[in-house]
């Protein structure tokens, strides 16, 4: 089943293009609000390098699961 989503307001500008896939691969950066120095500091502290990367990080999931529990119950 093929999936569309708009996500310009999630992505730097050279990135709204390319599909998922690419995205996947791309640097940290290519999220919007996501500099270069942003990403150093994720590859130095997490071994981050990718937005896949990023996205499967334990620690970013658990925080995510948090505040999703949080919502949840409000």
Known sequence: MAVSANLDALLDKKYEELP?????????AALAGVSEADGELLKKAF?????????????FRAA????DLHNASK
Do not use: F
């Open 20 to 28: 998922l896939e690419q995205v996947l691969e791309a640097p940290v």
């Open 47 to 59: 071994n981050i390098t990718t937005v896949a990367d990023l996205g499967r990080n334990k620690h």
């Open 64 to 67: 995510a699961a948090l505040l």
